[in-house]
T-cell receptor, first 113, second 111 residues
Framework: GENVEQHPSTLSVQEGDSAVIKCTYS??????FPWYKQELGKRPQLIID?????GEKKDQRIAVTLNKTAKHFSLHITETQPEDSAVYFC????????????FGTGTSLTVIP | DAGITQSPRYKITETGRQVTLMCHQT?????MFWYRQDLGHGLRLIYY???????DKGEVPDGYVVSRSKTENFPLTLESATRSQTSVYFC??????????FGPGTRLTVL
């Protein structure tokens, strides 16, 4: 089955700096890669996603890049703000068979004011 | 999201009791999932379902039972609760091609 690894497990940045979280996956058939943000005591919520036919996607201060050859994808948050503090999860899915999602172990991001 | 709900939101029970956690979605998503979340373990898949009457084990299925007689409901039963099943349980749903939507979670404590 698929194996998703996520690094780092914790990340602290100064407000205004950038944050980068990296994930690798093992199954070359995976073709959908969502990123979820989970605030303390809340449910995970999608913040951005990317499909295997795209190399990069941006949404305001958030971007995701995908390298299919190397089987890794990354989340980039620019101009970080205190409200970006949360746990972030990456995931991989093979949508041709619509199977389960495979999650990384999460990154706890703290933005220091 | 109002489209996926879980009940109860909080539950305290005793070791050995049977507990059922409910999950209901209004999107007619074919896929539904149950996860448990413990500190330091992220999201671990318990069971998932691709359609009514089709269920599959995830990473940590032992001690849990699921059923899916209707597309919109996916109850999770702990047949004989143990302290190690104290956790936050999230239900989620999706279509075959896009993201999952998570329910608000159920915080279960087994004494």
């Amino acid at each position: 089955g698929e194996n998703v690894e996520q690094h780092p497990s914790t990340l602290s940045v100064q407000e205004g700096d950038s944050a980068v979280i990296k994930c690798t996956y093992s199954d070359s058939a995976s073709n959908y890669f969502p990123w979820y943000k989970q605030e303390l005591g809340k449910r995970p919520q999608l913040i951005i996603d990317i499909r295997s036919n795209v190399g990069e996607k941006k949404d305001q201060r958030i971007a995701v890049t995908l390298n299919k050859t190397a089987k890794h994808f990354s989340l980039h948050i620019t101009e970080t703000q205190p409200e970006d503090s949360a746990v972030y999860f990456c995931a991989a899915r093979e949508t041709n068979t619509g199977n389960q999602f495979y999650f990384g172990t999460g990154t706890s991001l703290t933005v220091i004011p | 999201d109002a489209g996926i709900t879980q009940s109860p939101r909080y539950k305290i029970t005793e070791t050995g009791r049977q507990v059922t956690l409910m999950c209901h979605q209004t999107w007619s998503h074919s896929y539904m999932f149950w996860y448990r979340q413990d500190l330091g373990h992220g999201l671990r898949l318990i069971y998932y379902s691709a359609a009514a009457d089709i269920t599959d084990k995830g990473e940590v299925p032992d001690g849990y039972v699921v059923s899916r007689s209707k597309t919109e409901n996916f109850p999770l039963t702990l047949e004989s609760a143990t302290r190690s099943q104290t956790s936050v349980y999230f239900c989620a749903s999706s279509d075959p091609y896009n993201e999952q939507f998570f329910g608000p979670g159920t915080r279960l404590t087994v004494l």
